[in-house]
């Protein structure tokens, strides 16, 4: 009996141990033996990969012979724009980028816009009622894309330059913002006016929110985010980049986006809503923060749903004749045009407000010696990653509420 307890008690000791036992004292159970090995070896597939796979299946059957393109720019390095920073005082910065034969895009379109007119009025041709009417209603948008105080440097098609890190001026303001400088194409198409009440709906890290006090036309900023750390961001980069002074008429908040409606229905001129959506470029070159991982497969397959409660809640906050705007980074139509249509539907048969989507294709004209668009784009305006040209991706659509 006591040879039996001694035994009993060794073989416990060794299985605690995660030794086997020796001959005589009983088989080991399986898992024991097994079960970290197993787990160590199991093979694994990146998130990046499945991310690309996804792609290949649905955007190649979208963009068709475009998609190789789009693809390679999306597994190439990114291109950056500069958007400098009116409130610091290096005001030599304009004149270095110039030298490195970078352009403000956003200068440029006045030259383009008037191109067209040229071409369309035609030398010597007697200009009908209808094309007067036609370039009447052009003009507006025009006249409104190129006014912008917003400068943004790039370098031409091709030139895979990179600009410096930025440089603090005398009182510590940084001189310019590195960002895609697709992400300004929604803020442009917002169309700030003097004193506008703005509201930017999911705002971190910050690179939207700088380029509307760029603007230098909110009468105020209402800049939300539902991440605690995002917002921390968002506040860093206002401090290094916007005066006191400034700042003092922006109000940062962490609430959830699609509780906005509840909170300040029916306020703001302007709103932005920059949704969360598969940032299609990060999906496919970072590991880190994957929606393709494995684990957040429910919260992918929940996005559109996400962005149509984000974009109700920008049209509900949205006064009667204010306008929204809603981008993704993601070519996805799903995440795009159906949330639009679906929000416009929502919206009328819901809460009986009618809701216009307003017609952005003069941005492919200002902008086409920069961005490549997606010419088949059903609602709003899609911007494709190119080798020569490689930005985005960016989808913009404008709303407004009626």
């Known amino acids: ?88 005082a290096a005001h030599h910065v304009a004149q270095e980028l110039e030298l490195l034969n970078a352009t403000n895009f956003v200068s440029e379109a006045p030259k383009k816009a008037e191109s067209v007119s040229q071409e369309g009025s035609g030398e010597g041709r007697m200009v009908t009622q209808a094309e007067m009417m036609t370039q009447a209603e052009m003009s507006p948008p025009l ?57 930017d709906l999911c705002a971190a890290p910050g690179g939207k929110t700088l380029a509307l006090l760029q603007t230098g036309l909110c009468g105020h900023l209402a800049a939300n985010d539902v991440s605690i750390s995002r917002t921390k961001r968002l506040y860093q980069i206002l401090q290094s980049y916007v005066p006191r002074e400034v700042r003092e008429n922006v109000s940062v908040t962490s609430h959830d986006g699609r509780d ?55 049209i509900l906050a949205t006064r009667p004749g204010g306008e929204v705007v809603y981008s993704t980074c993601s070519i996805s139509p799903l995440q795009n045009e159906y949330v639009i249509e679906r929000a416009v539907e929502v919206a009328e048969a819901q809460y009986d407000i009618r809701v216009h989507i307003e017609d952005l294709s003069h941005f492919r004209t200002l902008f086409q010696d920069t961005f490549s668009f997606f010419s088949d784009c059903r609602l709003g305006e899609l911007v494709l990653p190119h080798l020569t040209a490689n930005f985005g991706p960016m989808y913009f659509c404008k709303l407004r509420r009626m």
């Not at 060794?14 to 079960?35: F, N, S, V």
């Not at 998130?47 to 393109?69: C, E, G, I, M």
């Not at 703001?268 to 494995?294: A, G, Y």
């Open 260 to 314: 906005w409606g509840q909170l300040e229905g029916g306020t703001f001129h302007k709103v932005l809503v920059d949704v969360p959506c598969t940032t299609d470029r990060h999906s496919v070159m970072e590991q880190d923060n994957n929606i393709f991982h494995k684990k957040r497969t429910k919260e992918r397959q929940m996005l559109p749903m996400l962005q149509l409660q984000l974009l109700m809640a920008g």
């Open 143 to 199: 006249r409104a894309s190129i006014t912008s105080n917003i400068k943004c440097y790039t370098f031409p098609r091709g030139d895979i330059t990179r600009f410096r890190p930025a440089r603090p001026d005398t009182v510590g303001l940084l001189d310019y913002y590195l960002m895609d400088a697709a992400s300004l194409l929604p803020v442009l198409a917002l169309d700030v006016q003097p004193d506008d009440f703005v509201l």
């Open 1 to 88: 009996m006591a040879a039996a307890m001694a035994a009993s008690g060794m073989m416990l000791l060794l299985l605690r141990r995660g030794r086997p036992p020796p001959p005589g004292l009983g088989p080991a159970p399986r898992r024991y033996r097994y079960k970290e090995k197993w787990a160590a070896t199991a093979p694994r597939i990146p998130p990046t990969r499945l991310a690309l796979h996804h792609f290949d299946v649905n955007y190649s059957l979208q963009l068709k012979d475009q998609w190789p393109s789009v693809r390679a720019g999306l597994l190439c390095e990114q291109k950056y724009g500069a958007l400098l920073n009116n409130f610091s």
